[in-house]
């Protein structure tokens, strides 16, 4: 059957889920990360996927533009202090499929 | 397919209601709505529209008939988008009846075909919501009578809705993976009543029985719990892989005769499910038990498994797509809070 082959086949795409993410998703981590590093499902269109960070007083502290390689999308960070961070995305799969998502992260002792 | 499915029984076993109603055996769609995966449920429609392919459903209970009838039923269901936002979904199932009784034959066969009209009319994803609108047509004759297919059409306007709870405050964070989805439809037979003739055996006088065909509302819910939102949205708990990947949920099917209820009553049929979706990115598994009720809706606990194929993530530019209208729109700098 056609759509078994295709199943199997790890030649299709999907819509592209967040898999895991670095610091973990609602996880707590001692100081500032330099970094926000999201994992997805599947690989990810770079033109069309971006990612944004809040600190704890609301500000922006995504420092540049996203890096998307594969299936892995980074942003660096402005350091913020201790409180929660706001990680929003929004991606495209390589299949044309759009897919959005948000989270946070504490920081602090 | 509407979960008004015809409960088959053996010709001459059927109690009125009992013969009418019964757990459905259909396949439905997935929907994302911003950070939420509506899964495709067994037992109610999912609010959303999209492409893909159930097959197989399988079930097995045993009837409310008196004595009761071990049904069981294989389904398979196809969805197709003509637009975004609009869908035909083609179903048909195979039911076998196994009478308790040795002494009664049993009965193989066809239900009616069913076709599913469905549009999405509104969807929120920064609050997890999506409502649609659809048209569930049962084409009578199309299926075989000694499994209970009725004759004439059955048409059933429906209201399909879904919530995630995405939007609750830190503070109860980790009710953030709930959503409840729910439908009502009103079902309404293209015939009201069907008169039979015949001869009293006794007296060779003529005789003619008339059954009255109910409208039926057809109601149902979940309630579910969505492990992969509760690792990507709100904590990762470092659970196990397979883990991450359940949505357990309780889903409700339930029917209730409201009008032209001559015969059949106006009692309330149907089942409560607890399962478990196993949700991959390209197909998903689930099972579910089916609890009758009430004595009416069952004699005993039966199953209900399906394996579920996304055909937009199989095959996103073939038959996964839209018929008409543009691929998914790209991404654009997003502004969501």
Do not use: C
């Not at chain 1, 390689?69 to 799969?93: C, D, E, F, I, R």
């Not at chain 2, 009965?107 to 409502?131: C, I, S, W």
């Not at chain 2, 039979?196 to 979940?222: C, K, M, Q, Y």
Request: glycine fraction near 12%.
């Amino acid at each position: 059957m056609p759509v078994f082959l295709l199943l199997v086949s790890g030649q299709a795409w999907a819509h592209a889920m967040l898999d895991h993410a670095e610091p973990r998703v609602g996880n707590k981590v001692a100081s500032p990360p330099r970094e926000v590093t999201l994992t997805f499902t599947q690989k990810l269109e770079p033109a069309f996927s971006s990612v944004t960070v809040t600190g704890p007083s609301g500000q922006r502290v995504d420092a540049g533009k996203a890096r998307v390689s594969g299936n892995q999308m980074s942003v660096p960070l402005k350091g913020a202090g201790a409180g929660t961070y706001h990680v929003n995305w929004h991606v495209l799969s390589v299949d044309t499929h759009t897919t959005d998502g948000s989270f946070t992260f504490q920081v602090g002792p | 397919m509407s979960i008004n499915r015809a409960r088959a029984g053996v010709a001459g076993l059927v109690i009125a209601l009992g013969s009418l109603l019964g757990p459905d055996s259909g396949a439905y769609a997935h929907e994302i709505v911003g950070n939420r995966f509506f899964p495709a449920t067994l037992g109610i429609d999912d609010p959303g529209v999209n492409d893909e392919l159930s097959l197989p459903t399988f079930d097995s209970f045993k009837t409310g008939d008196v004595p009761p009838v071990r049904q069981r039923d294989v389904s398979g269901e196809f969805s197709k988008r003509i637009t975004e936002d609009f869908a035909i979904s083609f179903g048909s199932t195979y039911t076998f009846l196994g009478p308790i009784d040795p002494t009664v034959p049993g009965a193989n066969g066809f239900q009616n075909l069913e076709t599913t009209f469905k549009y999405r009319v509104f969807k929120d994803p920064v609050h997890e919501f999506v409502m649609s609108v659809g048209l569930n047509v049962e084409w009578g004759g199309t299926g075989s009578q000694s499994v209970g297919a009725d004759p004439f059409n059955t048409y059933t306007p429906t209201i399909y809705f879904g919530k995630g709870f995405g939007d609750l405050p830190d503070t109860v964070s980790w009710l953030r993976p709930v959503a409840i989805t729910g439908q009502v439809g009103y079902a309404i037979p293209g015939r009201n009543f069907t008169t039979t003739f015949g001869i009293d055996p006794d007296t060779g006088a003529s005789t003619a029985d008339t059954e009255f065909h109910p409208r039926v509302l057809n109601w149902g819910g979940t309630i579910q719990y969505s492990m992969p939102y509760l690792k990507s949205s709100v904590i990762d708990l470092g659970l196990p892989d397979f883990i991450n990947h359940l949505v357990p949920l309780v889903e409700a099917t339930l029917q209730t005769p409201v009008a032209n209820t001559l015969t059949s009553g106006t009692t309330t049929t149907g089942t409560i499910n607890p399962g478990v979706i196993w949700v991959g990115n390209k197909f998903q598994i689930a099972a579910e038990a089916l609890i009758p009720i009430n004595r009416q809706s069952g004699t005993n606990v039966g199953f209900i498994a399906q394996l579920h194929l996304y055909l937009d993530d199989i095959d996103p530019r073939g038959i996964g797509k839209p018929i008409f209208g543009g691929p998914v729109q790209p991404a654009s700098p997003f502004a969501r809070n």
